[in-house]
């Protein structure tokens, strides 16, 4: 549609029609105005697959790996191919626009989302958005880059203000955002639920208007996260264009009596609206109006792509002979024979870990737990399964079907009005309503389970309730999520935390649990509930104790193999929530460490999404981190562990060696931030520039990832010896494949000033490539610098700056694995400087 076209749109539209552009109709689509033939557009969740428009147990998906798996390829080739697949995945969900990337930075080791998020590391993460971003939009569905900007903790989320220097803002957590507007056209942003400086980012005028619009040059449409619009005229002010979701609170009838009231200008609202207009021409919805109805089609083609995807990310992150004496070799790859036994261990091993929580969780077709990957890999091979010690953070859910009889009424009176059954013990109505309830409607529901207790022993119940229920087992009043309700962490921090009932059952032994559910929150005031959402979660399980590690260190002495799968889950790794730390939960520490005692020959296989500590690293043969790598999750850990794929990976973030090395401990005004404000005080020495500024040994540096074979760097070249202000720097190496199998090498670049008037992180990565070859094979490599990579960001000059004089190259497998070294020399400054 030709600009003079939505310009005579905006014409023909009364203020109040175009004041209605400006917020969702409803939780995923945006306002229709039938008389003007103007169309809505739908929007999806999320990062690792498109979940269309309900919420939980809704049409299944094809469930990818999380962000920082995908970071951990270091492939943006094969992120672009992503990209590609995502986009497909949302128009049969019938979107067009994909909420993703999630591109903020991973600061601390607390995130919940730092498994959503790609790197600590401005240029691995923008290098993965822009492939991600052009991938995306390849398809014709607009990609919506997040959070902008500063939205790197969940503690206090919905209010947190994040207190960063200018200089860090613009050589770290702006540069992915930038990055995808100059270089990947992406067509949406999102804004953070966060404040920076004191505003909320969704009326921060500076960052979105002045910074991204028109310093960047971004003409596509800004939109506010779920329930994060705060005030009518600030929000339009600063261009942020679209409220979601809807129905509105904030825009619709309030911006209408803004403009009356003379607080807004009627060009401001109409500026938003053409924003709104304008993309749902460039996603062509004026042509094709049509949402068509979600679809589940399960492709071969994206099956192979997550499975490859799985792989490539999984990073080695040590393979030796293990503890046998005198043994020599590598643990891995695996090659058991038939008639040998393999002990797997770990309640990971048989339920597939496959992604992280909140919103980017998805109904994935399958899950492929690792246990039976590994079992038909390997025919006559004998495969024990022991858990031995737990992962959740919450009592597990019931794994059977859950029949909720529904009432049209807030204290369960009246008629049942209909069923609904979900299949498993937790039901969501998170932007949808349980069957026979009408909108704006409280509603509420009763349940009864059954529960058998496998073994003697202490059994957990619980409930978590976005709402409230209580809960009696057989008969007797035991769980009260009723009574003192509380908002806590849990359902982005709209439920409550856990309500915990526990007692001694004998094995057989049947308990019936009663529980009943009403969807009134009761809020504090001024404490604003959410549109359409609620949800209830009931636990149930046997606490395991020293008898369930005892038993697998048992079968591990056993075994010619012991595999143990170990980490957290997405109730750990989840949005709404921070970590309280890096350690693994449930005495998993322990189980490995007996583990290892017990079988020379073990294995570990972690599936986190943010580091750990491994305090029994030196004990054990091999560990592998696998992330949560989606549907394929079993198959693509048994191709590596068995060598049929290569460990392709390489570590996004830095993992400390103690809690206490890494960034922002210490200090409550660092983090996790007090009286509602979180400073950034390290500015930009975060993840390996935090470490390698203080001299602290790490676990495991950043780019760090080992191969099935081995490789030499040669040669490092720069193209010239002096560079002028505004010259590109060629550097060129040969990299060469020594080993026997063929394998993957990551090329990593850093730059080093030798001396600057500015405070310099010892070196920063500004370029990298990822290179396949046989076994001999050698290839030139070649990457290329322009002058940002030379640049810091001079606060007081409002300019990137490149002062003159020397800067080393460095080349190698890792921050901390350098192999070739190359210094050029900056003849005269070289400065840009910021608009505005």
């Known amino acids: 549609m030709k600009t003079n076209k939505i310009e005579e749109l905006l014409d023909a539209m009364t203020l109040d029609e175009q004041a209605s552009l400006l917020a969702g109709a409803d939780f995923w689509t945006t306002v229709t105005i039938p008389r003007l033939g103007v169309p809505a557009f739908k929007v999806t969740d999320g990062p690792n697959g498109a979940r269309g428009g309900i919420f939980k147990d809704g049409p299944k998906t094809a469930c990818f790996p999380v962000g920082i798996g995908l970071a951990a ?13 995502l986009g497909v995945e949302a128009k049969l969900k019938g979107a067009r626009v994909l909420l993703a990337p999630t591109v903020n930075l991973q600061r601390t080791v607390f995130n919940g989302r730092n498994f959503e998020c790609h790197s600590e590391d401005p240029w691995l993460a923008s290098e993965m958005a822009v492939a991600y971003v052009k991938g995306v939009q390849s398809q014709g569905v607009a990609a919506t880059i997040k959070h902008f900007v500063g939205n790197e903790s969940e503690y206090q989320r919905m209010s947190m203000s994040s207190e960063i220097p200018e200089r860090a803002l613009r050589e770290l957590y702006l540069v992915p955002f930038e990055r995808a507007v100059k270089e990947a056209g992406v067509m949406a942003v999102m804004t953070g639920y966060n404040r920076v400086d004191g505003t909320f980012m969704a ?16 003409d596509g449409l800004v939109m506010t996260d779920w329930m994060a619009s705060h005030d009518t005229v600030y929000s339009v002010l600063a261009g942020c ?10 825009r619709g009838a309030k911006v209408v009596a803004a403009v009356q009231d003379g607080r807004l200008l009627a060009s401001s609202v109409r500026a938003c609206a053409r924003r709104v207009l304008q993309l749902a021409d460039r996603l062509g919805c004026f042509a094709d109006p049509v949402i068509p109805a979600e679809r589940a089609d399960d492709l071969p083609a994206h099956r192979a792509l997550i499975r490859r995807l799985g792989a490539e990310g999984a990073v080695l992150l040590k393979n030796e002979a293990g503890a046998l004496p005198g043994a020599a070799g590598a643990l891995l790859p695996l090659s058991p024979k038939a008639g040998q036994t393999v002990a797997l261990i770990g309640r990971a091993a048989t339920v597939p870990q496959i992604m992280g929580g909140g919103s980017a969780n998805v109904n994935a077709f399958y899950r492929v737990a690792p246990a039976d990957a590994l079992r038909a890999a390997c025919p006559g091979v004998n495969f024990s399964h022991h858990i031995g010690a737990d992962i959740h953070r919450y009592t597990p859910v019931l794994a059977q079907p859950m029949t909720l009889d529904l009432y049209a009424s807030a204290d369960l009176s009246g008629p049942v009005v209909a069923t609904q059954t979900v299949p498993n013990s937790e039901a969501q109505w998170i932007g949808t309503l349980p069957p026979g309830i009408a909108p704006d409607q409280h509603y509420s529901a009763r ?14 119940f619980s409930l978590i309730v976005a709402g409230v229920a209580r809960a009696t087992l057989n008969g007797e009043p035991v769980l009260d999520a009723w009574t003192g309700w509380q908002r806590g962490e849990t359902y982005f921090t709209f439920g409550c935390d856990e309500v915990i009932h526990r007692r001694t059952m004998h094995a057989g032994e049947v308990a ?8 009134v929150m009761p809020l504090a005031p001024g404490d604003e509930g959410p549109h359409g959402f609620a949800a209830l979660r009931i636990g149930a399980a046997r606490v395991l104790g020293e008898a369930d590690i005892a038993a697998a260190v048992e079968a591990a002495r056993n075994a010619d193999v012991a595999i143990v799968f170990a980490g957290l889950n997405a109730e750990w790794d989840n949005e709404g929530l921070d970590r309280t730390g890096i350690t693994l939960p449930h005495g998993q520490n322990e189980l490995i460490a007996r583990v290892a005692a ?17 305090p029994w690293l030196a004990d054990v043969g091999a560990v592998l981190q696998a992330w949560y790598p989606g549907q ?4 693509a850990i048994a191709d590596v562990l068995l060598g049929a794929a290569e460990p392709g990976g390489r570590l996004p973030q830095t993992w400390p060696l103690r809690l206490d090395n890494s960034v922002a401990i210490g200090n409550p005004e660092v983090y996790p931030g007090v009286d509602g404000h979180v400073r950034y005080d390290e500015g930009v020495f975060i993840g390996y520039r935090h470490y390698e500024q203080r001299g602290l040994a790490t676990q495991f540096a950043f780019g760090h990832g080992l191969s099935y074979t081995t490789f030499v760097f040669e040669g490092l070249t720069l193209d010239r010896s002096t560079l002028q202000p505004g010259d590109t720097l060629t550097a060129t190496l040969t990299v060469r494949n020594t080993g026997p199998r063929a394998g993957s090498e990551v090329v990593q670049l850093y730059v080093h000033d030798e001396a600057s008037s500015l405070a310099r992180p010892p070196q920063e990565l500004k370029a990298f490539a990822k290179v396949t070859l046989q076994p001999g094979e050698a290839r030139r490599v070649s990457l290329s610098l322009g002058m940002r990579a030379f640049a810091a960001y001079d606060e007081a000059r409002a300019a990137w700056i490149a002062e003159a004089g020397r800067f080393e190259l460095r080349a190698g497998a890792s921050s901390a694995d350098l192999r070739q070294r190359a210094g050029v020399t900056l003849a005269a400054d070289w400065v840009e400087r910021v608009a505005g």
């Open 203 to 218: 009326d921060h005028r500076r960052l979105v208007t002045e910074v991204l619009r028109d310093e960047w040059g971004f």
């Open 447 to 460: 349940t009864t389970l059954r529960y058998v207790a496998d073994a003697h022993g202490e059994h957990a």
């Open 241 to 250: 264009d679209l409220e979601m979701p809807g129905p509105t609170r904030e």
């Open 632 to 635: 394929e999750c079993g198959n």
């Open 598 to 614: 017990a079988n020379p020959r073990t294995v570990v296989v972690l599936q986190t999404g943010s580091p750990v500590t491994l």
């Open 512 to 519: 019936e649990l009663v529980v009943e559910f009403s969807s």
């Open 73 to 85: 390829t270091w492939n943006p080739t094969l992120i672009e191919e992503t990209g590609a697949a």
